[in-house]
Each structure stands twice: as C-alpha cells, then as structure tokens.
C-alpha cells in the first residue's frame, strides 16, 4: 500500500517568517498552529514559495519581498497577509488584492519610537556624539581644546521635514521644543491644519533652506530616489541629512558624491538599499555619516504592541473579520 501525501494537512494555517515577539506569538498560538521559520535572515524566495503553500494565513516582515509568484504560490488556501511594519512596499499588494486577500500593516504604534530615533540621530550628527565617542575610546583624548570636535547647534536651527505625516508630525513636536523653525513639503497635505507645526513649502525651497532635513515620507514610484544629486546639490553646505523611512528615497551613489565633495556636511541613516548595506560600503568609511541598523522602532514596547497588532490583522482575517488595519480595504467592497 501506497502512503498517502498528508504534507497539506499537517502544516500550521499560520507561517511566520521570523521571530518576532512573544506576545504576538502568544496571541496566534491561541487560535491556531503557527511555524515560525528559524534563523535571524530573511528566507530565499525559493524557501517562500515552498512554505507558503497549503497555508491559510502569513505574517511577514518588511524585509521579506512578497510578490506576485509568493501569493501566486499561496493561492487556495492564502486568506490574509499581515506585515510587522507600517510600510508594506515589500507586498505587491495589487496581486493580494486581486487575489481578494487582505493585506495588513501596524500603523500608528511605532510613530513616537521612531521620531524619538530620528531626533536621536539629528542630535548625534548636529554634536558630532558617534565621532566623538570614538575619538575617546581610541585614546585620543589628550585635554580640553577649543577647537576639538565642533558641531553645530540644533536650537533655532531650521529642519525640513520631507513628509508630514504621522511620524513627520511627532519629528515636528519635538523640533518645537528645542526653539527650531519647521518647514515642510507633503503634497498630500492640504492647507496648513492648526494643528500641523511650521510652514509648507516647495520642495526646492525645503531643500535650500534646511539646516537638517529629515526625511518621512513613503516610498514609492514617485519618491523612489526623490533625494538625488540635484537635490543635495540645492542642499546648504553644512546640512545634515536625516533619512529613518526607506532607503530607496536617497540615492545613495549621489550622497557618497555629495559628501565626499562637501556638497552637505553630513547624513544619519537608519535605512539604506539594500538592507544590510555590505560591510564594504563606501557610506562607511565617511566619518560625518552615522549609520545604525534599522532601529526606528526598536524599542521593547513598541515591538511587542507592534508584534500584537500584526497579530490582530491575521487572526481578524482568519477569523473572516475585517482587518483592524487594512492597506487593501477594496477587497471587503460588495461583502
């Protein structure tokens, strides 16, 4: 006798493609069998297409590409996808759509952790902390100097805000607080809200007057590469680049340029293209460029809500509910 192929019947609904953590995977173990891959790298697309078969539901990480072919290959049984991140530029998420499966993303929770980090990063390059942390620890500490290690101040400086949103919003609070002048550019902002700090401006005009530009906005076709030579070309000499939103937004090949000639005096990135950026990367031998590993959200608090929010959307569609957070909601129209 033959043995039967039960490989569609013994697989968990749920594939997570990492650890994330465990008070999200406490929640999806309650309503139903989860896998979570193993390891601390993202899976090949091979190791997507073959896991994402027979599965009813998959949580996802923003450094896991989800094409056409992945839900192509989850087609049947595939019933919601959800993202652990606000962004989902990793999700094609017109084919999900088509496909009549939701897509889910954590919005809102990671707005403050992140803003604290691109205010962090701000402060470090304005006061040269990273440069000077090292000059320390190599014992090259000798005394006081007047002239060691000059920064620039922050307080009545002027930041531009490339993207108002959520996060461009809570950078804007904290700007306020330490006496800087705001401008901004969001075409998608209409007027300019009473609750909304600082004045709108062109985005030629943002580039030539900000003292620290920081950077929020999403990426997509029409921003990808937004900030390229010919805006840091418009950029003041001692500027400082802030990007903690998506590297594609920055072309990266201009601002090594950029800084290399002095074009800007500086750039902080939590983001680059690709993730990680190899070790061999000329950013890296640039010493008024900080580079830290996507840790936007990276507190323990906001990971776990954002671990639990993720796991809302998915057991929400598994359940046959709307998506509390739902990047598709065109898939729920005539239900």
């Given at each position: 006798m033959g043995t039967r192929n039960t490989e569609a019947t013994v697989k968990s609904d749920i594939l997570v493609t990492r650890r994330i953590p465990e008070a999200g995977l406490d929640l999806l173990r309650e309503g139903a069998g989860v896998e979570?891959?193993?390891?601390?790298?993202?899976?090949?697309?091979?190791?997507?297409?073959?896991?994402?078969?027979?599965?009813?539901?998959?949580?996802?990480?923003?450094?896991?590409?989800?094409?056409?072919?992945?839900?192509?290959?989850?087609?049947?049984?595939?019933?919601?996808?959800?993202?652990?991140?606000?962004?989902y530029d990793n999700i094609d998420v017109a084919a999900a759509t088509a496909a009549g499966i939701p897509v889910g993303n954590t919005p809102g929770v990671l707005t403050?952790?992140?803003?604290?980090?691109?205010?962090?990063?701000?402060?470090?390059?304005?006061?040269?902390?990273?440069?000077?942390?090292?000059?320390?620890?190599?014992?090259?500490?000798?005394?006081?100097?007047?002239?060691?290690?000059?920064?620039?101040?922050?307080?009545?400086?002027?930041l531009g805000i490339l993207g108002m949103g959520r996060i461009g919003r809570a950078m804007a609070r904290r700007a306020t607080g330490f006496g800087m002048k705001i401008i901004y550019f969001d075409p998608d902002v209409e007027g300019e809200p009473d609750d909304l700090p600082g004045k709108p401006v062109s985005l030629d005009e943002l580039a030539a007057?900000?003292?620290?530009?920081?950077?929020?906005?999403?990426?997509?076709?029409?921003?990808?590469?937004?900030?390229?030579?010919?805006?840091?070309?418009?950029?003041?000499?001692?500027a400082i680049l802030i990007n903690t939103a998506r590297g594609?937004?920055?072309?990266?090949?201009?601002?090594?340029?950029?800084?290399?000639d002095g074009v800007i005096g500086g750039a902080a990135l939590d983001v680059t293209e690709p993730e990680p950026l190899p070790a061999d990367h000329p950013l890296y031998s640039l010493p008024d460029c900080i580079i830290v590993p996507h840790l936007g959200s990276a507190s323990v608090a906001t990971r776990d809500r954002m671990a639990v929010m993720a796991a809302q959307n998915l057991l929400a569609g598994l359940n046959g509910e709307r998506l509390p957070h739902c990047v598709n909601p065109e898939v729920y129209r005539g239900s």
């Open positions: 979570v891959l193993p390891g601390d790298i993202e899976p090949t697309k091979q190791a997507l297409l073959e896991k994402i078969r027979g599965r009813r539901g998959l949580l996802c990480l923003l450094t896991d590409p989800i094409d056409a072919d992945v839900i192509a290959a989850g087609l049947g049984t595939l019933e919601v996808i959800s993202n652990y991140a606000v962004g403050e952790t992140t803003a604290d980090l691109a205010f962090s990063l701000l402060m470090s390059s304005a006061r040269r902390i990273v440069e000077g942390a090292a000059f320390a620890r190599a014992g090259k500490w000798r005394s006081w100097s007047p002239t060691l290690l000059l920064g620039r101040d922050v307080h009545g400086a002027t007057r900000s003292d620290f530009l920081s950077i929020h906005a999403p990426l997509n076709g029409e921003t990808r590469g937004l900030v390229d030579a010919r805006f840091m070309a418009s950029m003041k000499r001692e594609g937004l920055v072309d990266q090949d201009a601002l090594v340029e950029a800084l290399t």
